[in-house]
C-alpha cells in the first residue's frame, strides 16, 4: 500500500537554485495538498488541488508554484530557493469532494535545506 | 478564518494514567470537523480521531476519545491509560464544511510519557 508518495526525502540547495518536489497518490483522491512544518508552528498551507485542473493558493504560497499533473501527482517547485524556505514539506490527499468529514493522507515529509 | 490554538506546548504524563491535551478552536462555519494527528520522531502524521460539528456524542477509538464542548469551542484529545509509544507530538486541527477541504493546524503539543 504506496498510499502518498513524496519525492525526495531530502535534498540540500543552494540559494537562488530550483527544485521539484514530487507527489504521487495511488487512492484515487479528489484533493491534494502541499503543507510546510517549521518548529513551533505546527503545518500551514502553501497550496492545494480541490480537483484535477485546479490549484489555489493556502496560507504561505510565496516563493512556490504547483502543478497538478493529473488525478495522481501534485508537484511543488521552487523557483529560487532561500533560506526561509528550509522546512519539512508535507504532501497530503483527501478523497471527498465537499463537507468538513474525511482525514488526510499524508507522505513521509522531504526534509529541505536551502545554504 | 479559521484559527486552532493549542496552549500546552509540552506536557509529561506518567505511563498507564491518562492525559488531556488542550485545542480551542474559532470558526463562523456552521458545519466543520476536527482532527487530531500524531507525529512521532520518525516524522510521520498519523490520524486519530475525528469529531463533526453536528455529531452528538464524543468520538472515541481505542483509547482515544475527544472532549468536545461546542459552546466553549474546545475539542480536547484525552489518552487513557498511557504508553511509552504515545510519545510524540499531537496536533489539533479543523476543517470547515465548504468545498475547500484544506486542514488549518494548531502549533502542536508535545507528550512525553514517562515510565
Known amino acids: 500500500n504506496a498510499g502518498v508518495t513524496q519525492t525526495p526525502k531530502f535534498q540540500v540547495l543552494k540559494t537562488g537554485q530550483s527544485m521539484t518536489l514530487q507527489c504521487a497518490q495511488d487512492?484515487?483522491?479528489?484533493?491534494m495538498y502541499w503543507y510546510r512544518q517549521d518548529p513551533g508552528m505546527g503545518l500551514r498551507l502553501i497550496y492545494y488541488?480541490?480537483?484535477?485542473?485546479?490549484?489555489d493558493k493556502g496560507e504561505v504560497p510565496n516563493g512556490y508554484n504547483v502543478s497538478r499533473l493529473n488525478k495522481r501527482e501534485f508537484s511543488l517547485r521552487l523557483e529560487s530557493a532561500a533560506p526561509s524556505q528550509t522546512s519539512v514539506y508535507f504532501c497530503?490527499?483527501?478523497?471527498?469532494?465537499?463537507?468538513?468529514?474525511?482525514?488526510?493522507?499524508f507522505g513521509e515529509g522531504s526534509r529541505l535545506t536551502v545554504l | 478564518a479559521q484559527k486552532i490554538t493549542q496552549t500546552q506546548p509540552g506536557m509529561f504524563v506518567q505511563e498507564k494514567e491518562a492525559v488531556t491535551l488542550d485545542c480551542t478552536y474559532d470558526?463562523?462555519?456552521?458545519?466543520?470537523?476536527l482532527f487530531w494527528y500524531k507525529q512521532p520522531s520518525s516524522g510521520e502524521m498519523i490520524f486519530l480521531i475525528y469529531?463533526?460539528?453536528?455529531?452528538?456524542q464524543n468520538a472515541t477509538e481505542g483509547r482515544y476519545s475527544l472532549n468536545f464542548q461546542k459552546a466553549r469551542k474546545s475539542a480536547n484529545l484525552v489518552i487513557s491509560a498511557s504508553q511509552l509509544g504515545d510519545s510524540a507530538m499531537y496536533f489539533c486541527?479543523?476543517?470547515?464544511?465548504?468545498?475547500?477541504?484544506?486542514?488549518?493546524f494548531g502549533s502542536g503539543t508535545q507528550l512525553t510519557v514517562l515510565p
Open positions: 497530503a490527499s483527501n478523497p471527498r469532494g465537499q463537507g468538513a468529514g474525511g482525514e488526510l493522507f
Open positions: 487512492m484515487n483522491h479528489n484533493s
Open positions: 470558526t463562523s462555519d456552521p458545519s466543520y470537523g
Open positions: 488541488s480541490a480537483s484535477e485542473g485546479t490549484t
Open positions: 469529531q463533526g460539528s453536528y455529531d452528538q
Open positions: 486541527a479543523m476543517r470547515g464544511g465548504g468545498s475547500a477541504r484544506q486542514l488549518t
